[in-house]
């Protein structure tokens, strides 16, 4: 097992273009969970997903994101129109269960920006 | 609202010097507390998880304790290598999502 698994680990991209982040989580972990984190904050919850269901959606998720987990396994967040301000780290993380919270294990992160 | 909130947001220490990092929570009720530490450029990595008051876990030179309002990560006698931001983040009912907090940036001086 080689843990959570992001690509690519950078991204630039001009202001107006769209991009797509992968995610490979821990290949039992039926839980994903899509962070954002800009400097000197913690995470930022973006997005849930338990196998190919999408349950929960931040309400400060803007129209322009949009996330998929085909099948249950990897998943994708795509930013379409980008903005400087969506410049961040965005970090995919992983857990082993359901029915109640348990720890999760993070990937390396992908850092946007977008100039 | 909920929320997490950790303090301070940055320590110094010397090595050897034993302290506490703070995280204080308001949330509609806890299903869970974990702590992570974070190096620069790279993703959370899991410590600990605390699910009632008067839990106390341990890790080496980290222990980590939860009561009612709070939860303490204490680090006795840090070293340089202990240096790291270090995140509480807290699990609500109704809700799938985790709280975290801003970090403790800790730096611990040879």
């Known amino acids: 097992d080689t843990g959570v698994s992001q690509n690519p680990r950078h991204k630039i991209t001009k202001r107006g273009q769209n991009v797509t982040f992968r995610c490979d989580p821990i290949?039992?972990?039926?839980?994903l969970y899509w962070y954002r984190q800009t400097l000197g904050q913690g995470p930022e919850f973006l997005t849930y997903f338990q196998n190919e269901a999408q349950l929960e959606k931040s309400r400060l998720l803007s129209d322009r994101f949009s996330a998929e987990r085909p099948k249950g396994s990897f998943s994708t967040l795509e930013i379409q129109r980008t903005e400087q301000g969506d410049s961040a780290m965005y970090l995919c993380?992983?857990?082993?269960?359901?029915?109640?919270?348990?720890?999760?294990?993070f990937g390396p992160g992908t850092r946007l920006t977008v100039t | 609202e909920d929320q997490v909130t950790q303090s301070p947001e940055a320590l110094r220490l010397q090595e050897g010097e034993s302290s506490s990092l703070n995280c204080s929570y308001t949330?509609?009720?806890?299903?869970?507390l974990f702590w992570y530490r974070q190096d620069p450029g790279k993703g959370p990595e899991f410590l600990f998880t605390?699910?009632?008051a008067g839990e106390e876990k341990e890790k080496e030179r980290l222990k980590a304790t939860l009561t009612k309002k709070e939860s303490f990560l204490h680090i006795t006698a840090p070293k340089p290598e202990d240096s790291a931001t270090y995140l509480c983040a807290a699990g609500t009912s109704g809700t799938y999502k985790y709280i975290f907090g801003t970090g403790t940036r800790l730096k611990v001086l040879a």
């Open positions: 290949s039992e972990h039926n839980r």
């Open positions: 993380a992983s857990s082993p269960a359901t029915g109640t919270f348990y720890e999760q294990y």
């Open positions: 605390l699910y009632s």
């Open positions: 949330v509609s009720g806890l299903r869970g």
